[in-house]
């Protein structure tokens, strides 16, 4: 790994198309002055008085940002969404980063689901008082989800890459269903020269031919579903060994400061991460990772390539404070200059 190969992977970026499959969140951050604090006449209690909204696309969203930001030439989004505000402000952020959601489905039966964030506006910092979240807690509805894999199955054909981003917990209860990672495993199958990458909170164990990047928690419970206290890495790494047999396709195991474990049919490289300092959020971490390695996988790099250019927008993004970051090419390219003899022998 050298500058011009990472140039030259870079470049291929505006060329190619992505497909974002998955669960779509509004994030939606309320600027709290606590100044300007009232107490409730009726209640006694503290009326947080709104000074400013922060509205931008997350979970799945948060994907597409970094997709974005790192210049990939057509971004298209695929989910269901609710017909109510949230959903028009997330289509219209989505719009505003050049995301294609004409193909979302907007149903009166679903929510729109939101991350709502009070963040307090202190001399010196923001800090973030408890979250509230709007979710959908009853199963996708049949005929809805039946229209949404029609879609899927027609969009990827213009695709030169799927990302798969599941991110409820509740079985069924968000886009990605049991029956949708069924078909998604069917259509990796038939359409090898398509990239496809899940990233899934609770069932990462349960996709099959496609790429996968669990965090060592995820890759661990998918083969020892119970496994008690903190996570050794050698036992992390077995079991993103297990989860690759599985799955046919290499797994991207994410392993916190230590950096990406690219477990592949052959090795299972450590990729460090480089070097931060000073006060970091890691919000969004992951979904800048999964955008740095598909951009690179689809641009020709290996996976050890594709695994240093995820942590070197990892690294930038996480200095980007009260927001879900992302990185652009120049940011990357700088973060290699500052770390290239890190890497200089990898890959």
């Known amino acids: 790994m050298n500058t011009e190969r990472l140039q030259t992977l870079l470049s291929c ?16 951050y309320l600027e709290i ?7 409730s006449i009726e209640t006694g209690k503290i009326a947080y008085q709104i000074v400013g909204k922060r509205l931008q696309p997350g979970a799945a969203g948060t994907v597409c940002n970094n997709l974005t930001a790192l210049g990939i030439g057509g ?3 695929l989910s269901v969404i609710g017909d109510d505000g ?3 402000e997330l289509r219209k952020a989505l719009a505003a980063r050049r995301v294609a959601g004409g193909q979302m489905i907007v ?3 679903r929510f729109t689901p939101t991350y709502t964030k009070p963040m307090v506006q202190l001399p010196d910092r923001e800090e973030e008082l408890e979250r509230q979240d709007i979710k959908n807690r009853r199963p996708l509805p049949e ?3 039946t229209e949404l894999l029609q879609r899927l199955e027609t969009m990827i054909a213009a695709a030169d890459a799927v990302i798969i981003a599941d991110q409820v917990q509740e079985r069924n209860c968000g886009v990605v269903t049991d029956r949708a990672r069924a078909r998604i495993a069917e259509l990796a199958q038939e359409n090898p ?7 899934s909170r609770e069932r990462i164990g349960e996709f099959k031919n496609v790429y996968t990047k669990p965090n060592r928690s995820e890759a661990t419970r998918s083969v020892q579903q119970y496994y008690p206290g903190e996570i050794p890495t050698y036992l992390a790494v077995s079991c993103a060994q297990t989860l690759r047999q599985r799955t046919g396709k290499s797994v991207f195991l994410t392993l916190d400061q230590e950096g990406i474990c690219p477990v592949t049919e052959h090795e299972t490289p450590i990729i460090p991460c480089p070097p931060v300092t000073g006060l970091i959020d890691i919000v969004g971490a992951g979904d800048s990772v999964t955008a740095g390695i598909v951009s690179s996988l689809a641009s020709g790099a ?3 390539e594709a695994a240093i250019i995820g942590n070197l927008v990892a690294s930038i993004t996480i200095r980007q404070l009260g927001t879900t970051g992302a990185a652009t090419p120049q940011q990357v390219l700088e973060a290699w200059n500052a770390n290239e003899a890190l890497y200089r022998e990898i890959a």
């Not at 970026?13 to 939606?28: A, E, K, M, N, T």
């Not at 002055?33 to 107490?39: A, M, R, Y």
């Not at 020269?193 to 990233?199: G, M």
Request: with cysteine.
């Open 193 to 199: 020269k398509i990239l496809f990458f899940a990233d």
């Open 33 to 39: 002055d606590p100044k300007l604090n009232e107490v």
């Open 75 to 77: 971004i298209t989004a």
């Open 302 to 304: 290996c996976e050890a």
């Open 143 to 145: 005929a809805v989800e």
């Open 86 to 88: 949230e959903g028009y």
């Open 13 to 28: 970026f505006p060329h190619h198309r992505i497909l974002v499959f998955g669960d779509f969140f509004l994030d939606q």
């Open 107 to 109: 149903s009166p039966q």
